[in-house]
């Protein structure tokens, strides 16, 4: 984490990295920008992958992909303008902190892909923000037929907000431009946007996250029945003793406190 003059708080986010010190890296971030005494933005830049690199999250346990969602969460509702900078392939991590930035820029090169494993989608929330920001039909288009969005089409989409071959001229006009909302007002625009969704992210999250344990068993080989979520919405059966507020907004908000 650096600080850019004149711009704000600057943070790279690896997507090869493990997952563990992705989410500590998120929640340092978010640490910093809450206890700052001025106003910040925040410039995320997205380290590319691997050309045709789909896999992810790798070998981890469930607990750790209610924190990572939980430090994204908590990235999205930062009281501080969040501009992301991606170029080359955009997908796993990389991608969830896209589409929870308040400004994206692209380079020409951009794809974004959503994560695959062998041959199974993986069910994380980039799924629930694509629905927010497309629209079942459009996401459903993506999500089901798993297509890659190239930089044009994920412009044309509202995906990405600007595509510039001058990545650092791009972000250094975008923080001076973004910077000017307060902080008030930034939160009012924010509250406005969630509220027009039809289902909740504490709703949301319980089914999801019941859906990446499912994912994660299989990938590990274990047996289905071995431990399974007797309920896809209830993702405490599934041993997320961390996750209680996916059944409840009061669990939620301890469960917040806890991972932050």
């Not at 910040?40 to 992909?65: C, D, F, K, N, Y």
């Not at 405490?236 to 932050?260: K, L, P, Q, W």
Request: hydrophobic letters at 45%.
């Amino acid at each position: 984490m650096r600080r850019l003059e004149g711009l704000g708080l600057a943070v790279t986010i690896d997507g090869a990295r493990p997952l563990a010190e992705l989410t500590a890296t998120v929640n340092a971030l978010c640490a910093e920008v809450e206890g700052a005494q001025e106003r910040t933005v925040v410039v995320l830049r997205l380290e590319p992958l691997p050309a045709g690199s789909r896999e992810w999250p790798g070998e981890v346990a469930i607990q750790e992909v209610n924190r990572w969602e939980r430090a994204v969460r908590r990235l999205e509702k930062l009281g501080a303008v969040n501009i992301v900078v991606a170029q080359g392939t955009c997908g796993g991590p990389a991608l969830d902190v896209l589409l929870a930035a308040d400004y994206r820029i692209g380079a020409p090169d951009l794809t974004l892909m959503l994560p695959v494993n062998d041959g199974h989608f993986w069910p994380g929330m980039s799924l629930y923000r694509l629905v927010q920001h497309l629209g079942l039909a459009r996401a459903r288009q993506i999500v089901m037929w798993g297509a890659d969005i190239p930089v044009a089409r994920a412009a044309e989409l509202g995906l990405v907000d600007q595509i510039s071959e001058d990545l650092t001229d791009a972000v250094h006009t975008a923080a001076v431009l973004t910077g000017r909302i307060s902080d008030q007002e930034l939160a009012v625009r924010r509250q406005l946007l969630l509220e027009a969704a039809s289902v909740e992210y504490d709703e949301a999250l319980g089914i999801h996250l019941a859906a990446c344990d499912r994912e994660l068993r299989r990938l590990a080989g274990a047996p289905e029945s071995a431990g399974a979520p007797e309920s896809a919405g209830a993702p405490e059966s599934a041993g997320v003793s961390e996750s209680a507020g996916a059944s409840g907004h009061a669990g939620a908000s301890s469960t917040g406190r806890s991972e932050s």
